[in-house]
């Protein structure tokens, strides 16, 4: 940082720093950090003899940090304190063995330290000439990623026959995958409906299994589909909770028949609630007789598709538009990390390019490279794709697989352990690594709605708050076929099999104390 | 990670692992990230020395890289070597003193780290109860800015006398900002103008002007604006090419006469292209006669704004429904932070809140916390609070606006070697740290349009490009008025006075041999 400033004014603020500031002092980053590398190693060494879900209250930090920013500096030795007497323990830990709550956010060496490189090079990799590297690299590891999950190379950025049509963007969530899609088929539909400007949108429609994320409604609202077009298919346990394609032509079929224009289609892979999986092939079919673009969300379940054993459910992506998977929730990659893959990158960049003069440059003009900007809401974007490949360039697609399978069979373990227990029943077949689970009905059949669903329900709450309430582990619910069901997600990165052992101890213990003995 | 898979398939690939594969080891995360600390360090050091822009062709990465992902681990150091080998030398070095292209990414030690803290911890804060701490750490940071900033405590989420309807949330970019601005301001036009369902949109309009940053008119489009009723105002020289309130005003008053809803103004302090401001509370009452919403995009130059000196370009603020400003251009916190405040956030839920059952919980029934998914696009969400209070804290006011002052003050010195050379001319007046300057066409006026000024263009197209390939300096254009300017944007964290004062002496060097000496 350069001279000072010979204003007075500020003149004045300077007088009691007679050294320059120099904010990204080299000797001053390496302290810095090595003083967050010993942080990090102790907070991994503690982090599960902490309470999973803190006891705090709303506003408990406003009473423990000062309301005004401070005016004068201070050693980094005092952040680092605060952040360990006032922040740590108001911190769902997400990194604890004893997570077992929502999707576990996987995480691992190689990928904290690809983002910490990432950080340090703060390159803004709009165009591909603002970063040759971090471009091209992220679209190396997209190809990567493809072929790990086997995508057809339809998707890919780069095949043995050079460049393609396809390609593949990091985002930051799968809400930005599901709006930049939407918006481009929204426009293609608008286009081939003779729309006059975007005055045909009223007539576009939507469609997703009810099981579908919420943030998939939203985008589409984000997008301006009309609330009324957005259309949401009843599933049931027939499906286990899967997207009936029969169903789904149906109202395709009555919406076009009315002069609607069915347009974009979302079918999941392992939806957030129950794990449930759609027909990807069939939906794909159904959807190409309406040329409403398909997309697949498969955030979470994605990551499992880099195993044989798991590849079959992404049969039929070769005839989708496109699908989204998310590296941050099961793939070891520390957030965010989305990575969205078209089968024609032109219907999304003709919807997302902006060409302002301050970004024109050779590169660009001569149409051999790929800007990402192109490909996502916003102009700036970090350079997510380092510690993705630093993920597969580091473990390599056998260790990726161990870890995928090693959930797995964590999950079987606690599916088993589950099942050995009269009082309980596992609600859905269990897919990937997610359990869903409730204590039984007593007296009654377990599908009755009567009186033995309502003391369940409050049953299987009770049992949720107590264990959360414990600190020794945190897991969340969801209602499946108008059940109250408790979610057991397995895999967070520093987790083995004794953790799940341990949490089904106290499951147990817990019940017994609300309903009793395993008869 | 856990017990072995026993499906014999999946046993195969073990085979050769007797341990468990482990990916988030604290041993492991710790010698990871020392080798990544000890890279950080040299590439500081060195930086300076490699070539701003790199000399690489388009598909260089593929050719150094395997084009399939490896299917066993390997090293870290390998993972590192190639980073060192392949990856650094196609990087643009946005870190480096010889960078002056579009704006400074500007960073420092205690960003870093705590972007690591935050990347380690991986928590993904959705909801308050999924992560207290960074919940309430980034509201807490959001309010310390914006009494940096001395934004109106309407904006702020906690004031002394408790939690108003203002409030603020970090995004990933000034896009997203707009975005869901934009969105809430859409639905509240369409209900107040009676629309059924979405069929009005067609009748609203936005407004900004003609130097507002591209990604503001994508935005309008990504929800749903018609391209038709997206009004671009255009600026001239006699406002420095800020907004013109009067125009504005009658462009405004023509659609409302002609039965169309005006629903969003965009003003920007710190345009991208020449740092031109639009005056914000002329635009603001203009804008109140039509009852929209008024956003003011501040991502470089509201940095600038913590500096009472500067801050009168936000005069008028208390009167606008939003603003939005990016740590990451210029307030030292690596990439991400978007800072979007509003004046009430129940504007923004509205349009964005979901609640689905897997995130019902007691804290969001309450009401009394804040659930940051509903001010964004996506669900996800990184811990970002972190960085920027760690900026704060470690710095405080003082540093801060050192830092601010520096960079001016190290403009201001290249502004007046630029006027002590005859051959120049600064093109707009220096509002921040960006000087827009270019060689004169000669024989005639600056501003005539005639054949000086094609010699110009190709004159300071030429300077661009020479001094863009010898990679001792990187610099960006635009075009202003319709004539083609040379940026030189001050602030990279790493740079002093001397790299302006070499950059400038290359910049002389190189026109003479284009153009001859100063006379």
Known sequence: MGSLDTNPAAYASFAADVDAFRPLDADDVRSYLHKAVDFVYDYYKSVES?????????????????????SSSAPFDITMKELR??????????????????FPSTNSAAAIAGELIASAMN?????????????ELEVLALDWLAQLLRLPTSFMNRTASGRGTGGGVILGTTSEAMLVTLVAARDAALRRSGSNGVAGITRLTVYAADQTHSTFFKACRLAGFDPANIRSIPTGADTDYGLDPAKLLEV?????????????????VGTTSSNAVDPIGAVADVAARFTAWVHVDAAYAGSACICPEFRHHLDGVERVDSISMSPHKWLLTCLDCTCLYVRDTHRLTGSLE?????????????GEVTDLKDMQVGVGRRFRGLKLWMVMRTYGAGKLQEHIRSDVAMARTFEDLVRGDDRFEVVVPRNFALVCFRIRPRGGGGDAMGGGEAAAEKANRELMERLNKTGKAYLAHTVIGGRFVLRFAVGSSLQE????????ELIKKTTTDIVGEDK
């Open 50 to 70: 902490l309470p999973v879900l803190p006891g705090v209250e709303p506003g408990y930090l406003m009473r423990l940090l000062q309301s005004a920013p401070p």
């Open 85 to 102: 007497e006032a922040v740590v323990p108001g911190m769902t830990h997400w990194a604890s063995p004893n997570f077992f709550a929502f």
């Open 123 to 135: 390159t803004v990799g709009f165009t591909w000439q603002a970063a040759p590297a971090a471009t």
């Open 252 to 268: 395709m079929q009555a919406d076009a028949d009315a002069g609607l224009v069915p347009t974009y289609v979302c079918a999941t």
């Open 354 to 366: 902006t060409n302002p003069e301050y970004l024109k440059n050779h590169a660009s003009e001569s």
């Open 497 to 504: 099999e004794h953790h799940v052992r341990s949490a089904w």
